[in-house]
């Protein structure tokens, strides 16, 4: 079996987020709705302090919150793991939103909504809408560039390791702080790092099994 | 309703390189039915990290379909100029506002070329496009101006850094040598966190070196780029940079005895014999001074051939300890170098430079430093400990079969350390840690880069390298083709001062790096009066650079703007320059619609360094450019032909990229942005590398060599521990001051590298209570990034890019807290707003603000309103620049309250 997983090492992120917005690029996603953050912070008192710099997006949990909330099965589990949502499915119900303990769900209304307010679509955002159809009335959520990944496994290439077949975030990020690839292969790079490095998922407690790791 | 999927018909792409900051990374860029759609960073490249890049990087497809973008000349109806000042344009034509221009040019450099101002833009880093500049501005004077430069020139640059980089590294900056750093130290330095030059390679190369255990330790007023990357971040008070290094050095030479004899003998000035007069003791006497003059170098951009020895025969003297006399520093007989001791030659008292230095150091106690700096003394004299010790002096390390000594241990400084009144002696200070333990362009250590290429192997253009030049100091032929182009970015070999009754001071205070801010200062009447200058800047023509948002204290820039008589702008988005103070804007083109061959040149902004590769790449355009926006070589070459100066235009052109046979451009020849590529691109790498091949490869790639990597063990030449020249140049200053009244400060030119409190330092009013600086933000650059949606999104999830943030203790104590909307007020009285933001990890005397925010043009809604404005706290007049290379001070004391 495929199980399509992530781990962010937080020692090698600067923080520069270009996961987020080539996250954006690559779905051309609208303003206010972001499949990938970065959360940052500190923790700790003058003088020893650490600063806190947290890429999230979907954590892809084998026991996903939304999976079960959903009344249409319009969110789902693929078999290699990663957590869709059929937008022809999507009733815009929103229980997924409330469900998700890591609030990466966005309710996406405004198909109109322009980058520059008042000043109509620029001819990216316009041939956006229609290379990579978004359905307005319908939750979103990163889906690990499944169609990075389908596109990719269909022309003989490798997510994780060819970039082409690998999602947008991962080989954007300059300092090469995000390893994707199969957690049930334990000889991926990603199976590898998570077993010497000793990743750690975001809230464990919440039961969720989340694919996405984190180290450093 | 679904939109439908658009028919396929392009789909394409197209290598390029970014233009977001001047790392320029080798990008490629997907096109789909002549709309682009996605960057990428270039994985075949290390011009960049090798695959990845930064999220200003992607953001470039919001500068390209800006619709705020200009796409026609605009002419000024509303002559009242000022700050926030409406212009009232009026859309003209292409020839209509040549018409404007070019009477009015004409009319200024047949006068007087001095009174023609022209500014470019250090938002990018290629050097080849400033080249094209000068090229025109050469061909349509005559010669080089007195004014000219970067915008943000003293105020995001590193005046500082790029002197003591270019003395001591034979490069623009320094870094440390991540593949092999073990303990990093910086000082106000975002090198491998994501800004600096060869940004995103520095970002890959810094992340691995952290994962693989190498120990950062940052100094810096705020725990978030680089201290917040950083194993230890050690928060300081602005402008303590210097004190800090000189009193590690202390440590290392007078309590550890820990340093390395045979690079400071070898490498350095440290043997050389220096008398009562602070000057070197020499073989025939004392030096007869300098040959060529400021101007002569400057205007006709010829190298000084000697500086202070006047020539070649009367060299500095070293004591040989075995034979027991004295002999010039490179007779091949020397036994053994004498680093101290007492000695006479010829009836002079003297000493080696090593007994001096280590006598002076004793005077930066990390106790002393304490005080100051509020860094324990024992932390301090720990971090050195480490440092020597990381340094691991005497070790090897062998590459590609050569042997070369092994310094795992670096300290890089860079505009935080170094944009203060004391940032020179700072930076070289630095450089002086890095010279003790010999961690200088060798594995492991600090590197200049790109300090030496032996060529491109099957044309062996491209060549530079640093050699030894007078008195065996290090001199650099770099820039290769581009040679005589561009001042070499030293300053070194050095000038000697003179009042050339110019307009730039700078001929004074002749160790300033390229560039000015004389024509902003507050006090610019003041010193062109005394320096008797007849000339009056009346023509500006701002090449892509906001030189009003990139000038310390826009108020400041505002009435000299109003001074002069006519202002052109050529750039992609009205701003406030040209809102305010514009007569004509040319509509520019974008990097994504641009051509040109930035990546040939001897770029010091944005190579790999270490082993990594050679790589250049051009930049291409990748969408057809819209509207009537200008490629920027067509407008200077259209401006050039209607000023009659074409041929002068072309021949500058060969002459400075040393186009030659049927790579010179010929005078009836026509010129175009892809036709000076493909000469060029020829010249350097052969018949077969012209435009078409690149414009499909995008980038040539050949390996590098240990000798170019780590040049320093395999050329002879030395750098200074000692800045002898100083003194010289101290007393002919003194001498002008006294001859016109300028009050140019002396008090910094000793040679002993040093520490003096800055003014801002010095102020004791208890109402001032904190110190105010700014800081780079990762995902900006300059005053350009904030217009870009993506950008702005980043910034507004970001807790500190747009507000001003403090210490939590220090905002309790004076009852403010999180979210107030605080004024923050100099002892001079300028003043900033902003909303509060509480941090730990905040020096408690200092409050932070992010570098170019508070823009308020209206060509530029996204940027407008966000943030608040640093810049307008500065000073900007003599009293507040570092006297000997003109570095702003870029720290100042507030009160804050809330509004």
Known sequence: MTNWGMIIDLQKCIGCYSCMISCKQEHFLPPGVFWNRVIIGEDGKYPAVNKQIYPVLCNHCVEAACVKACPTRATTRRDDGIVIIDYDKCVGCRYCLIACPFQQRTFYTDGEKEYFPGQGLTEYEEIGRRLYPLETGTVMKCNFCSERIDAGIEKGLKPGTDREATPACVIACPTEARVFGDLDDPNSEVSRKLREEKGVQLHPEYGTEPSVYYVG | ?899
Request: some cysteine.
């Open chain 2, 1 to 899: 309703m679904k939109a439908s999927r658009p028919e396929i018909y392009e789909d394409r792409w197209v290598k390029t390189m970014c233009g977001r900051c001047y790392a320029m990374c080798g990008i490629r860029v997907h096109v789909v039915n002549g709309v682009a759609v996605k960057i990428e960073g270039e994985p075949d490249s290390m011009h960049g990290s090798g695959g990845g890049i930064c999220g200003k990087g992607v953001a470039g497809l919001q500068v390209l379909y800006d619709p705020n973008r200009l796409n026609v000349p605009l002419k000024r109806t509303n002559p009242e100029k000022g700050l926030y000042a409406d212009p009232k344009w009026q859309e003209i034509s292409w020839e209509e506002a040549y018409n404007e221009i070019v009477p009015r040019m004409k009319k200024v450099l047949e006068e007087n070329p001095n009174e023609f101002f022209f500014q470019w833009s250090t938002s990018r880093g290629d050097q080849y496009r400033a080249f094209g500049e000068m090229q025109f501005i050469q061909a349509v004077c005559g010669r080089i101006p007195d004014i000219m430069g970067a915008g943000g020139g003293g105020l995001h640059c590193g005046k500082a850094a790029h002197s003591a980089a270019g003395v001591v590294h034979s490069s623009w900056s320094i870094v440390p040598d991540f593949r092999y750093c073990n303990y990093a130290i910086y000082f106000g330095s975002s090198k491998g966190v994501g800004s600096g030059h060869s940004a995103m390679f520095s970002a890959k190369l810094a992340a691995e070196a952290r994962h693989r255990g190498m120990k950062v330790v940052s100094f810096d007023p705020m725990c978030n780029f680089s201290g917040g990357k950083a194993t230890e971040w050690v928060p300081v008070t602005p402008g303590t940079d210097g004190l800090i290094a000189l009193s590690m050095c202390n440590v290392l030479v007078n309590e550890l005895g820990k340093y390395d004899v045979d690079y400071l003998k070898n490498k350095t000035n440290a043997p050389y014999l220096v008398g009562l007069d602070m000057k070197y003791v020499r073989e025939k006497g004392p030096a007869r001074g300098l040959k060529i003059s400021q101007s002569e170098y400057v205007r006709g951009g010829a190298r000084p051939g000697l500086y202070i020895g006047d020539d070649d025969t009367n060299k500095p003297l070293v004591w040989d300890t075995i034979d027991n006399r004295a002999k010039v520093y490179d007779d091949p007989g020397i036994k053994e170098y004498a680093l101290d001791g007492d000695y006479e030659v010829r009836g002079i008292k003297c000493h080696p430079v090593f007994q001096l230095v280590k006598e002076h150091l004793k005077d930066y106690t990390p106790e002393k430093a304490a005080e100051l700096s509020g860094i324990p003394g024992e932390n301090i004299r720990r971090i050195a400990t480490e440092f020597v010790n990381a340094a691991s002096i005497g070790s090897t390390i062998t590459i590609d079969g050569h042997i070369l000594p092994f310094r795992p241990a670096s300290a890089i400084i860079f505009r935080g350390g170094q944009g203060h009144e004391n940032g020179f002696h700072a930076c070289f200070a630095v450089c002086l840690l890095n010279q003790l333990v010999g961690s200088a362009d060798v594995p492991g250590g600090t590197l200049g880069w790109p300090a030496r290429s032996l060529g491109y192997p099957s044309t062996g253009e491209l060549s530079w390298s640093p050699y030894k030049g007078t008195d065996g100091f290090l001199e650099t032929n770099h820039f290769g083709p581009m040679a005589g182009v561009m001042a070499s970015h030293g300053p070194w070999p050095t000038n000697m001062p003179e009042n050339n009754h110019g307009l730039n001071p700078n001929c004074i205070t002749s160790v300033g790096h390229i560039g000015t801010n004389i024509n902003f200062q507050s006090d610019r009447h003041e010193i062109w009066e005394k320096m008797g200058t007849k000339d009056k800047l009346k023509m500006m023509i701002a090449w892509g650079s906001n030189s009003l948002l990139s000038t310390a204290n826009h108020e400041h820039a505002a009435n000299a703007l109003k001074e002069m008589e006519f202002i052109v702008v050529y750039d992609i988005f009205n701003n406030e320059l040209t809102e305010g103070f514009a007569d004509i804007v040319l509509p520019a083109v974008c990097y994504l619609e641009d051509c040109d061959g930035s990546g040939f040149a001897g770029q010091n902004f944005n190579h790999a360094y270490g082993m990594d590769g050679w790589f250049c790449h051009i930049v291409q355009p990748v969408v057809e450019v819209k509207g009537e926006r200008k490629k920027w070589q067509t407008v200077l070459y259209e401006l050039a032909c209607c000023l009659g100066k074409k041929e002068q235009f072309l021949q500058t052109i060969n002459n400075t990229l040393s186009l030659r046979s049927n790579n010179a451009f010929k005078p009836d020849d026509d010129f175009s942005a892809e036709q000076l590529v493909d000469r060029v691109a020829k010249q350097l790498f052969g018949d077969e590398h012209g435009w078409e091949w690149f414009s499909e490869n995008g980038f040539i790639h050949w390996p590098k060599k240990v000798e170019e990597a780590y040049w320093r063990h395999f050329v002879d030449a030395r750098v200074p521990i000692y800045l002898e020249y100083l003194v010289e140049i101290g007393e002919k200053i003194k001498s002008i001051n006294e001859e016109t009244g300028l009050g140019f400060d002396l008090s910094q030119y000793t040679p002993l590298i040093s520490w003096k409190p800055t003014s801002v330092q010095r102020i004791d009013d208890p109402r001032y209570d904190l110190y105010c600086f700014s800081y780079r933000d990762i995902i900006h650059t300059g005053s350009s990034t904030m217009e870009q949606p993506w950008i702005d999104e980043a910034s507004r999830m970001n807790p500190y890019t747009y507000n001003i943030t403090m210490n939590r203790d220090t905002a309790q104590k004076k009852g403010l807290t999180e979210g107030d909307i605080i004024e923050v007020e100099t002892d001079r009285g300028r003043k900033t707003q902003g909303r509060l933001k509480l941090m730990e990890g905040q020096h408690p005397k200092v409050v932070g603000i992010a570098a170019n925010s508070g823009h308020w043009a209206k060509g530029q809604p996204i940027a407008r309103g966000k943030g608040s404005n640093f810049d307008v706290l500065l000073e900007l007049d003599q009293e507040h620049l570092d006297p000997i290379c003109t570095t702003i001070e870029t720290s100042v004391r507030v009160s804050v309250r809330k509004t």
